[in-house]
């Protein structure tokens, strides 16, 4: 309930302090007529309140379809975090705004995001730039062919989360726990941090943080954002201990120095030659933490929920994991190979992300005018993509509420209908990482459990991701011979 409260704590607020503003606001009329049909809604918060009751409700859709229904099918102008945006839509849509990266549009932070997640002094020169994006080398870091060396990490690790927070106990809630995991492989894999008790320290403040994320930017003591702030501050200061501490060890060992993402970026520089800042090195860690903490666990948390749902799709999920396990044998560990020959499991979790994204969009700026189907996009308007104005269309779904995994079967869905890491140059660069997260846990619950929900009929908010409201409890039976 955080994020309405906030936000309705906002609206009163405005009402309170900002009459004069408001009534400028409100009476200002387009200067462009050619902008696409919608509205801007209430001044300065414009749409905001609405799409946080529709998120808060477990239906993000809804606000974008509604107004594709209404306005325009193509585009829509709308007012969302204290900006004026354009939500582009449908397949075509998503083609034209992911071909024009760094053409027409660059990618967009909201600044009170950025403020939760930057170092200081990097949040200010982001300000200037306006130019948020991965570092150049993450992508390689993150390639298969450098992935393959951790694929055993990850089954080892899940097998040990599993056999800690799962086994000894007859109920568990999944996404918490979920959650906890995958900041501990990102802390293994991305820095080389194993303790568990470290890990668990700078978790806590971590939780503060993403709660804060999409919180109203008002900054006064007990507020979220308030909150976030402070938990990042935390980190940071944490991640520098860190970073100072690794600096050290690549100096006076060399090659025998952890070989992770966190060397890399320390031995990366930037496009003009110039050494990274540890203040930056600490924002990409940040970053890529937040990244990989709500989509990895929320969809791991709603396969286990589907593959509860339909029996005959656990069943084929546990016979292709089985032979995978046979093949491994009793000792041995997942390879990249056997990650590949999930293509059932990748299957369902194809559909999971369609019907449950795990990210709902993300935010453009248009750095030039420019037109779109006659509408004409101003120079400075923020722009949307939203999966739901594909993965929500029959058009492109038929039986769209139907959990069907062979709709992901051969070619699968047509081009730029199905987004979940987004697309273009922007494209997540972690999306392997993720498919290689995901499979490997499913792959150590399925062989060893099969469950049943506490509650079916448990409701689903967005926050920016989906949450279970009660932490997705799940009675858990060990997996007896005869099912294998």
Request: hydrophobic share 40%; with cysteine.
């Amino acid at each position: 309930m955080d994020l309405f409260f906030s936000n309705l704590l906002y609206l009163i607020l405005l009402s309170i302090s900002l009459p004069i503003v408001i009534l400028i606001i409100y009476s200002r009329k387009s200067s462009n007529p050619n902008l696409p049909p919608g509205t801007l809604g209430w001044p300065v918060i414009g749409e905001t309140l609405e799409f946080a009751l529709a998120c808060q409700g477990g239906n993000p859709a809804k606000f974008v379809k509604d107004r594709m229904n209404k306005y325009s099918p193509q585009a829509f102008k709308t007012s969302l975090l204290e900006a004026n945006m354009a939500v582009i839509c449908g397949a075509s849509g998503n083609k034209f705004l992911f071909s024009n990266e760094d053409k027409l549009v660059v990618s967009w932070w909201q600044r009170s995001m950025k403020k939760i997640l930057c170092f200081p002094s990097v949040f200010d020169e982001t300000l200037v730039r306006d130019n948020f994006k991965p570092p150049t080398f993450l992508p390689q870091f993150l390639k298969p062919e450098a992935l393959q060396h951790y694929i055993a990490v990850m089954d080892s690790m899940a097998g040990e989360h599993i056999k800690i927070y799962w086994s000894p106990l007859g109920e568990v809630k999944v996404f918490p726990i979920a959650k906890k995991y995958s900041f501990a492989l990102a802390s293994k894999v991305f820095m080389s941090i194993a303790d568990p008790q470290y890990v668990e320290m700078i978790y806590h403040p971590f939780k503060i943080l993403t709660q804060g994320f999409l919180s109203v930017p008002i900054d006064i003591p007990g507020t979220a954002f308030n909150r976030a702030l402070k938990a990042s501050k935390f980190i940071h200061g944490e991640l520098l201990e860190i970073i100072r501490k690794r600096k050290m060890e690549l100096e006076q060992k060399g090659e025998s120095a952890p070989r992770d993402l966190l060397s890399h970026m320390l031995s990366s520089l930037h496009e003009n030659g110039d050494v990274k800042s540890e203040m930056e090195i600490s924002t990409q860690v940040i970053c890529l933490l937040f990244a990989t903490h709500h989509s990895t666990s929320s969809v791991i948390t709603f396969i286990l929920k589907y593959l509860a749902e339909f029996p005959d799709v656990y069943s084929k999920v546990l016979k292709e994991q089985m032979e995978i396990t046979k093949s491994k044998g009793p000792e041995g560990f997942l390879k990249w190979d056997d990650i590949q020959k999930m293509k059932y499991t990748w299957n369902v979790a194809n559909e999971t992300m369609r019907l449950v994204p795990p990210v709902q969009g993300t935010f453009r700026e248009a750095i030039t005018d420019f037109t779109y189907t006659g509408f004409t996009i101003p120079k400075g308007w923020k722009m949307h993509w939203n999966v739901n104005t594909t993965q929500r269309d029959p058009k492109y779904f038929p039986n769209l509420d139907k959990f069907d995994p062979s709709r992901f079967e051969g070619k699968g869905p047509q081009p730029f209908t199905f987004m979940p890491f987004g697309g273009g140059p922007q494209m997540c660069p972690g999306r392997e990482y993720a498919r290689a997260q995901v499979l490997a846990f499913i792959h150590n619950v399925v062989t060893r459990f099969k469950w049943e929900t506490v509650d079916p009929s448990e409701k689903v908010a967005y926050n920016p991701s989906p949450i279970p409201s009660k932490g997705f409890p799940i009675h858990l039976r060990p997996l007896e011979n005869e099912f294998i």
